[in-house]
Every structure is written in structure tokens, then in C-alpha cells.
């Protein structure tokens, strides 16, 4: 065979990263589970290099140099296991099978000890960027082993977005670690585009503004520490007006927001591994809110709010409110998802640098954005960081956004304008500093009705009293 690397599934993602390959001056090896889509890659967008299309999967396989690298790009579940039992006999010892799509990341771990069994390594890779990125530069987190990374880490990094020059790829670690960062970076996506959208909607409800008009105070935003593609988006997304009704477009939009389910992946994981990553949660279940049709007609008809007429007096310091509270509120979600990260490395023995993983978010992924310099920055200052919020460079833009933080989520309770991923997030960063939390009190709750013991402040051990009897105490 010729081709350097091969592309299965040519769904637009797979033809985006076929072409992306091609255009790089990789030989491509092509194949599709129907003819007719090679055939029109080829026809299409030959000029970007050189394809080599095959109809079987027999004659795909034996396009490629050894090792032989192929790209899995079909829907994550049952199809990707179906490609992989097809590719399995047809590869030799050392060839590397690539699934670049969604896939969850326990399916990864499987996988990969699958194929390792076969002499094969198994590389879940994230990608993220949507079809522009994949055609023009995603942000790619490669997992499997070291040994796979060498060979077709170069031929990534190629392909990868480039933020000063420098690659949006970099080996993330084994097994399931390269699905399992993309997962995160979902989660956190979800949170961010929530925020986003909680900001957007305070300055609709505080200022009576229209949203052509807070298009343009995004697009303020994102001239300074905010500056990411989801609030550039938002920026153009508020300014579109509907053809058809010359309405603003997010007025006709329909407010239940749907998921492919990487977001719940996100917080199932964080209820495994115990780690409150309220922003992403919230962020998740405000969806599920949205979509909860019978309960929001029943709250609609019955559920009264009690509040005045919102009267914002100084619009311009709202205005920076929002904009300090928006920020604020989304520095602690990143941080949430990096301690998720550092949870999930210890819990699978991954050595994931989570400095790198900013760094490669930088660039052609949907939560790029100019701030995740600064993740990178406070992860060189100290690798093992216990807390982002606690690195000094945002302990302090946190804490000068604070009042401005604590005025807009007291706003919006008072005045009835739901914010659960800003509100979380304050109370998240309230209760990570507190001095004493009253955990205190729920854990004698537990030893009161179930015997459930506790510990003492002022002595090692573990301890249970006797509530219905008198009330000693006695060591479990
Ligand atoms: C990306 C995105 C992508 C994700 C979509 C839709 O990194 O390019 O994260 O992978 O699938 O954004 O996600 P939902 O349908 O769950 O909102």
C-alpha cells in the first residue's frame, strides 16, 4: 500500500478529516460503507491531493503503509464496534486503529484492551471543532499508547489547529484518556454556552434591551478577557434576524434545548468520581428544564413570581456586572472540569497535564478562547494545582469580579430570573472557602438515625453516639 493514513466513514466529519489529511500532502486511503459517498469525495474535492478510494474494506486496508493507520469516523456505539470487528482480521501486528469520534470513554478503555489482545493499537482520539474544524484544523486529544503516539502523533499535529504556531494536539495518555479530556471539554462547553446564555438573558429581562442590541455588548466582550468563539458566536447569533419574519432569529428559535448526551456523560462521571462540578450540572439539567414540556405549561399556569417589574437604574455598571459575574461564574466551571480531570488520572492512572490540555484548547475547538492561556500559565506555576480558583492570577480576578458577582446573582433571585449556573458556581466558591461547611451537621443527622459514625475536630478516629440511649459516646 501507499496511502500514509486512511479515513472509514465518510460522514461530512470523516470527509472534512479526509480532506484535511489530503491537503496536508498525505496519500489518503478513503472508504465508505456506501460506494457512492467515496465516489463524490473524490469527484468533489479530488484537488485536494491525493485520495485513494476503495469499495471493500478488504482493498482499504491494503492501500496503506505499514504500520497502517486508520481513521474510524462513524457514530460512536454499536457502528464504530461494527467497524472495528470488520477492520480486526484484516490488520497486521503494530497497525493503528483510530476512533475519532464521540465515543464514551469506558467503550475506549474496552476497546483498546480488545485490540491490544490482537497485536493492534487503539487510539481514542477527541476532536472537536465541528465540521469547519475538522476540515480546517480541530483540536485533536489522542489517547492509546505512546509507542501508536509516535507515528501518528505527527500526522495529528499536521492536521491540528495552530495557535502561535504551536499544534492543538498533544498525547493526552493511555487507553480512554483522549476520550475522556473530549468529554470534559464538552461538559465544559455546555457550561460555558449556559452561562452565556444566563448573561444574555439578564441583560434581556434587567435592561428590556433587544437582542440585536445585547449582540453588540457581546460583541464588546469579546474584545477583552471574555474574547472565545462561543461569545464571537453569540455576538452574531443576537444580531441574526429571521427572513422570514424579520424578527430577531433567537425570538422564532424553539427554548428547548436538546443534547447528544456527552454532557450527561460529563456529570455521571462527576457523580462517580465525586467531584462537584456544579457549573456543568447545572448547565446539563438547565436543558433537561427546557425540555420538561408538561412541567413548565403546569409551572407556567400556576407557579407565581412575586417579584416588580425590573428596574436596572445605572445600565452601564449592569452591564459590567454581568460581564464580571459571566466571568467570574466561568472560571469556576473550567476549574470544576480540571479537577474532574486530575480525579479521573488518578482514578485510571492516567498522567494527564492538564497545562496541556489548555493549551491544546486554545485553537480550533468550540471553547478556544484567549483566557486558556491563563489555565496554562497557573498549571506551569504548580503542575499539581489541588484548585485553579486558588492559583493567584485567578484567585484575584475572581475576587475583584466578587461584589459585582454577588449584585447580579441577588438580582436575579429577586427578580425572578432563573441563573443556575451562575448561581451555583457563587455558591461553589462560597463553600470551597468556607471555613467550616455544615457537612458538620448532615454527618450527625447520619450517626443520629443510622449509626452512621463521624469524626472529631479535636481527636484521630471514628466515632458513634448512643442518641436513643444516653447519649455516650464510643468509638466504632
Ligand atoms: C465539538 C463539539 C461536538 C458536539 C456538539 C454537539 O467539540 O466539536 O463538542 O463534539 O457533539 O457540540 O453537542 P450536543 O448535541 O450534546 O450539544
Redesign the pocket.
Known amino acids: 500500500g501507499t496511502a500514509q493514513i486512511g479515513v472509514t466513514g465518510l460522514a461530512v466529519m470523516g470527509r472534512n478529516l479526509a480532506r484535511n489529511f489530503a491537503r496536508h500532502g498525505y496519500t489518503v486511503a478513503i472508504h465508505n460503507r456506501s460506494y457512492a459517498k467515496t465516489e463524490s469525495l473524490v469527484a468533489e474535492h479530488g484537488d485536494d491531493g491525493n485520495f485513494v478510494p476503495s469499495e471493500s474494506m478488504a482493498d482499504f486496508v491494503a492501500s496503506l503503509e505499514r504500520p497502517r493507520k486508520v481513521v474510524i469516523m462513524v457514530k460512536a456505539g454499536g457502528p464504530t464496534d461494527a467497524v472495528i470487528d470488520e477492520l480486526i482480521p484484516l490488520l497486521e501486528e503494530g497497525d493503528i486503529v483510530v476512533d475519532a469520534g464521540?465515543a464514551h470513554f469506558p467503550d475506549t478503555i474496552r476497546r483498546e484492551a480488545a485490540l491490544k489482545e490482537h497485536g493492534l493499537h487503539f487510539v481514542g482520539t477527541g476532536?472537536?471543532?465541528?465540521e469547519e474544524?475538522a476540515l480546517n484544523g480541530?483540536s485533536i486529544m489522542p489517547g492509546g499508547t505512546r509507542e501508536s503516539y509516535a507515528s501518528l502523533g505527527p500526522i495529528l499535529e499536521d492536521i491540528s489547529a495552530k495557535v502561535d504556531g504551536t499544534p492543538c494536539c498533544t498525547y493526552v495518555g493511555s487507553d480512554g484518556a483522549g476520550h475522556f479530556v473530549?468529554m470534559v471539554?464538552?461538559g465544559i462547553?455546555?457550561a460555558d454556552m449556559q452561562l452565556i446564555a444566563e448573561a444574555y438573558d439578564l441583560l434581556r429581562q434587567g435592561l428590556g434591551a433587544s437582542a440585536a442590541e445585547i449582540g453588540e455588548i457581546f460583541a464588546q466582550w469579546n474584545t477583552g478577557d471574555l474574547e472565545s468563539f462561543l461569545i464571537e458566536i453569540t455576538a452574531d447569533v443576537l444580531q441574526h434576524v429571521d427572513a422570514e419574519t424579520g424578527k430577531a432569529f433567537v425570538d422564532i428559535v424553539l427554548d428547548q434545548a436538546?443534547?447528544?448526551?456527552?454532557?450527561r456523560w460529563t456529570v455521571q462521571n462527576g457523580l462517580d468520581l465525586g467531584v462537584p462540578i456544579t457549573g456543568i450540572a447545572e448547565a446539563t439539567f438547565a436543558r433537561a428544564l427546557s425540555g420538561s414540556v408538561p412541567q413548565r405549561a403546569a409551572g407556567r399556569a400556576s407557579l407565581p413570581a412575586h417579584v416588580q417589574a425590573w428596574e436596572v437604574k445605572d445600565r452601564d455598571a449592569f452591564i459590567e456586572d454581568v460581564r464580571q459575574a459571566l466571568y467570574a461564574s466561568k472560571v469556576v466551571a473550567y476549574s470544576q472540569g480540571f479537577d474532574q480531570i486530575a480525579a479521573a488520572a488518578a482514578e485510571f492512572g492516567w498522567d494527564i497535564d492538564r497545562g496541556a490540555m489548555a493549551r491544546i484548547w486554545r485553537g480550533g475547538?468550540?471553547i478556544r478562547a484567549r483566557f486558556l492561556n491563563r489555565i496554562t500559565e497557573a498549571y506551569e506555576r504548580d503542575a499539581d494545582l489541588p484548585l485553579l480558583l486558588a492559583d493567584p492570577y485567578f484567585t484575584d480576578a475572581v475576587a475583584s469580579g466578587l461584589p459585582a458577582w454577588r449584585r447580579v446573582v441577588a438580582g436575579a433571585a429577586q427578580n425572578g430570573v432563573p441563573t443556575p449556573a451562575f448561581s451555583s458556581s457563587l455558591a461553589y466558591y462560597d463553600g470551597v472557602r468556607a471555613e467550616r461547611l455544615p457537612a458538620a451537621l448532615v454527618q450527625a443527622q447520619r450517626d443520629f438515625f443510622g449509626a452512621h459514625t463521624y469524626k472529631r475536630v479535636d481527636r484521630e478516629g471514628t466515632f458513634h453516639t448512643e442518641w436513643s440511649g444516653d447519649r455516650t459516646e464510643a468509638e466504632a
Open positions: 464521540n476532536v472537536s471543532g465541528g474544524g480541530p473530549k471539554h464538552n462547553e455546555y436538546e443534547q447528544k448526551g456527552t454532557g475547538c468550540i
